[in-house]
C-alpha cells in the first residue's frame, strides 16, 4: 500500500466519531498510517458537532459509528447535512442488514464500511467519496460556466 503523504488528500482534514475508544484510536492509527496529516477523533455524535462547531474550516471527511450515546449516527448526519449538505460522510458499523444501509443512505451517508475493516477499505473509501464528490462538483461548476458562456453569445 503506497503513503499518500505527496498527494493533495494527504492535507484532507477527517473527523472520527467512535464511541469505543480502542475502535476509535485503531481508526486514527490506520489513517496516520495511510498518510493522513490532520486527523480529529471524538467518542460521540454530541462531540462531533461541537467539533465541528469549534473547527477553523469544515472537515474534508466524516467517519462514523452509527449506535453511539448521546447524539447517534443517524442524528449526526441529520444534523450535518443541514449546515454541511456535501461533506463526505462514512458510516463505520458491524451492522451489515439491508434495512440499515437503506436507512443510512436515506440520511445522507455516502459510504458505508462493515466492521471489521483492513487500512486498504479505509483508505479506498475514503478516496472513492471524496473524489466523487468532488467530481460532481466539477462537473457542476463546468455545466454551469459552459451556460454562462453559451447565453453571453
Known amino acids: 500500500m503506497d503513503n ?11 473527523l472520527v466519531v467512535e464511541d469505543i475508544d480502542t475502535t476509535r484510536f485503531t481508526i486514527v492509527a490506520m489513517l496516520k498510517q495511510i498518510g493522513f496529516k490532520y486527523v480529529t477523533d471524538v467518542a460521540d455524535g454530541r462531540e462531533a458537532l461541537e467539533a ?5 474550516t469544515p472537515f474534508d471527511v466524516i467517519i462514523s459509528d452509527w449506535n453511539m450515546p448521546h447524539v447517534d449516527g443517524a442524528e449526526l448526519i441529520r444534523d450535518i447535512r443541514t449546515v454541511y449538505p456535501k461533506i463526505p460522510f462514512i ?35 475514503i478516496e472513492t467519496v471524496y473524489n466523487d464528490i468532488h467530481s460532481k462538483a466539477s462537473r457542476a461548476h463546468l455545466e454551469t460556466n459552459s451556460g454562462l458562456h453559451k447565453s453571453d453569445k
Open 4 to 14: 499518500i503523504q505527496s498527494s493533495p488528500l494527504a492535507k484532507l482534514r477527517i
Open 52 to 56: 465541528m462547531d469549534a473547527a477553523p
Open 91 to 125: 458510516m463505520v458499523t458491524g451492522r451489515r442488514d439491508a434495512g440499515s444501509v437503506q436507512d443510512a443512505q436515506r440520511l445522507g451517508v455516502n459510504a458505508y464500511l462493515g466492521k471489521p475493516f483492513t487500512v486498504e477499505d479505509l483508505r479506498h473509501k
